[in-house]
């Protein structure tokens, strides 16, 4: 409906409508909040946005650019403005510098003047563009104030706390000692100021695997919510197509390059270096069509190798299963290897034992051969020595020089494209989170841990030679 038509409605119809939408976030947004712009991009992902923020009263969220980022903070707050009207209310919301916050409030009053539905409400700070301050009867007020997170005073007590992308600098990159500052910030001051039933959304990028999005007594608290803007790459699938298509996302890619692309659409880590294998390398090698093994059953007189990358504490192991072929050419006499993935198992904050449990019913399940695991810190040693472990699971030292060594034979085999991965995508993302010197970003997924499990999975040199295809 346009303003013209809106404007002629009787206001008890319009109050019909703030009263209906001040019931229903997910009826706000779609309903009230659209008319704040020209166009309004709704979906399937807005609808998740809208039950995210209505089932859990504290959140923390990392999306790609311009994908309802900061806007699901500015509904927010326009919602209360109706939802709360009542009661009345006292927020903050903070960004890296006070300027950013005051930047956000101000977009927050640009939306409420252009919105219909609120028209009549009273704006107490009429010449503070960058103070909010509301009223339906002039006397019940909700305010919002900005700061900034290494400048404000402490104390502050308030009954909804916004954080709007506080490792974020748009000048600069910021260098790990500010990352920190705003780390101990979130962690040890964030939740004693807020009002009991009171609520808390943070919005922002990844951008070092000590970021506070990781601390584990916050994501207690919080409910964590990651959604890069490509879902699925191998089919194509976008996080929000009606507002950003996954054929432009690629476009953005190719004209930015990963390193800037994945920050800010990928939600991947900031300080992350060049991928040792690119996700365009990676991506025509996944199918989860034509595997030659779906079954067990399939498996016959195959050879099946495997690979084990042993999770710390705070990160997953991850558990890699190949089927080796040979292919042999006679007039040639010449052989080459292409492995096939059958088997991609994740096991996040599983206890060694679950995890040397389930090693040895995969090995004897799927007949594996040999499947070698990292042994670097001996977290399996004691499973060795009381024989509770396979004698077909191999221990293996990750020393730097072992390292480069099975990076490489990986890196080869996918330079050769003779090896198909399951579509998985958070196989993919955790093999391009190797850096070309061997590190990984920490991220909600994992510590790229699918890259040495694929690694160990698919050495070369471990095998003796199998039962040939001749072609």
């Not at 229903?24 to 609808?47: A, K, M």
């Not at 104030?145 to 600069?172: C, M, Q, T, W």
């Not at 100021?193 to 990844?206: D, S």
Request: with cysteine.
């Amino acid at each position: 409906m346009d303003r013209a038509t809106l404007q002629q409605i009787a206001p008890s119809i319009i109050a019909q409508v703030r009263q209906k939408a001040a019931g229903d976030f997910r009826w706000f947004v779609f309903n009230v909040f659209s008319e704040s712009f020209t166009t309004f991009v709704g979906g399937q992902y807005i609808e998740d946005v809208c039950t995210h923020l209505i089932d859990n009263k504290f959140t923390m969220d990392v999306t790609g650019r311009n994908h309802f980022k900061s806007t699901r903070l500015y509904a927010d707050v326009m919602w209360r403005l109706l939802s709360e009207k009542d009661v009345g209310w006292e927020g903050w919301y903070f960004s890296y510098s006070h300027e950013l916050a005051a930047y956000h409030i101000a977009k927050i009053k640009e939306f409420i003047k252009e919105n219909i539905y609120f028209t009549g409400i009273i704006d107490h700070k009429l010449t503070a563009e960058s103070v909010l301050q509301y009223s339906w009867d002039g006397s019940t007020k909700m305010t919002l104030r900005p700061a900034g997170l290494l400048s404000f005073k402490r104390g502050i007590h308030a009954d909804h706390i916004y954080v709007d992308d506080p490792l974020s600098d748009p000048e600069n990159k910021l260098v790990p000692t500010s990352i920190y500052k705003i780390n101990n910030v979130l962690k040890q001051q964030l939740l004693p100021m807020i009002n009991k039933g009171g609520t808390c959304r943070i919005v922002g990028t990844v951008q070092t695997p000590e970021d506070f999005y990781f601390d584990k007594t916050m994501q207690q608290t919080f409910h964590f919510w990651i959604t890069p803007a490509i879902v699925d790459e191998p089919k194509g699938i976008a996080l929000w197509p009606e507002w950003m298509s996954f054929d432009e996302l690629v476009a953005r890619r190719e004209q930015q390059g990963e390193r800037i692309f994945n920050p800010e659409y990928m939600a991947s880590a900031v300080y992350a270096e060049n991928s040792y294998i690119s996700r365009q390398e990676l991506v025509p090698l996944c199918t989860e069509e034509n595997l030659p093994i779906r079954n067990h059953s399939e498996l016959n007189d195959s050879i099946v190798t495997g690979g084990f990358d042993v999770g710390k504490k705070v990160h997953p192991s991850h558990l890699a299963l190949f089927k080796k072929v040979i292919h042999y050419n006679i007039e040639k006499d010449t052989e080459e290897v292409e492995y096939f993935q059958i088997l991609s198992l994740w096991m996040d904050n599983w206890d060694y034992g679950k995890q040397v449990e389930k090693i040895n019913q995969v090995i004897e399940y799927f007949n594996v051969q040999e499947l070698l695991f990292d042994n670097t810190r001996s977290e399996l040693e004691s499973f060795m020595e009381n024989g509770k472990l396979s004698h077909r699971a191999k221990p293996v030292v990750m020393s730097a020089k072992n390292q480069e060594k099975y990076a490489a034979s990986f890196g080869a085999l996918v330079d050769k494209k003779k090896i198909h991965f399951i579509n998985e995508s958070r196989n993919i993302n955790q093999i391009v989170a190797m850096t070309s010197d061997l590190q990984a970003m920490t991220s909600a997924e994992g510590h790229g841990d699918s890259f040495w499990s694929s690694a160990l999975g698919t050495f070369e040199a471990k095998n003796k030679r199998p039962n040939i295809l001749v072609i």
